[in-house]
């Protein structure tokens, strides 16, 4: 979930002393560099969206925005970077939310709130960039397409063990030597996946649709692991069967 545009430059900061502490607005080369890359991003990601990911090629998404496929590769190591790029932006994004959650929530609830507000919040940060309806449908896209959904996975997992390692430091842990953080965080993974896969598998791709999927899903977490799902009155008891007659 990385960089975006800046805030008030030297002039403003001072005559405004609350902008003393924001960040240093870039200069024009560096805005120059930022809008050529989220050109080049949104052209790549409305290609792989409307003809495909596999058919779409960097000299395709070079032309669209009229520029090398050398100028390509110095913002994006390949199409694969490309299309994963605001993934990752939604990720840090996540990992932020996590590390801001107050030290009294249990875990899996930290977790939980951190994504609700993640999907409440990301907005700006990915419409400073690209439409979020095109962001919906990259992600859609990922689903459903075996290479970017690999690359997709294999990135989860190093996500995962991260914020294991900060759930364990929030609540004193090693987490080496105790394997809650890592086990609620892979429960809390397993949800994200399973809430993945059947949202990119429905017609809905509007933020509003992942997130109360994503809140349905996790509050089921604790009837699916702890409670006894079968509540049938009627459900005909098991005989344990006859012991033969050779026993």
């Given at each position: ?67 090398s496929q050398r100028t390509f590769f110095r913002y994006f190591a390949g199409k ?147 409670e006894k799902w079968d509540t049938r009155q009627d459900r ?12």
């Open positions: 979930m990385t960089d975006t545009g800046g805030s008030a430059g030297p002039a403003a900061a001072a005559t405004t002393p609350a902008a003393t502490t924001a960040a240093p607005r870039p200069g024009l080369r560096e805005r120059k560099k930022q809008r050529t890359r989220d050109a080049l991003l949104r052209a790549a990601l409305e290609l792989f969206v409307a003809q495909g990911y596999e058919h779409t090629t960097v000299d395709e998404i070079a032309e669209a925005v009229d520029v694969e970077d490309a299309a994963l790029f605001l993934q990752r932006l939604s990720e840090s994004h996540f990992i932020d939310a996590v590390r801001e959650r107050p030290p009294h929530e249990a875990p899996l609830e930290a977790l939980r709130r951190a994504v609700l507000e993640s999907w409440d919040t990301i907005g700006e940060a990915i419409e400073a960039v690209v439409p979020i309806e095109l962001h919906m449908r990259t992600y859609q896209l990922i689903e459903s397409t075996p290479a970017l959904l690999a690359a997709h996975l294999r990135r989860s997992e190093e996500i995962e063990e991260e914020i294991a390692r900060l759930i364990a430091k929030r609540e004193g842990l090693d987490v080496d030597a105790d394997p809650r953080p890592r086990i609620a965080v892979a429960v809390f993974g397993g949800v994200m996946r399973v809430t993945g896969r059947r949202w990119g598998a429905g017609e809905d791709t509007s933020v509003a649709a992942i997130r109360a999927l994503t809140a349905s899903y996790l509050d089921h977490v604790g009837p699916a692991l702890a005909p008891s098991v005989e344990p069967p006859e012991p033969s007659a050779g026993s």
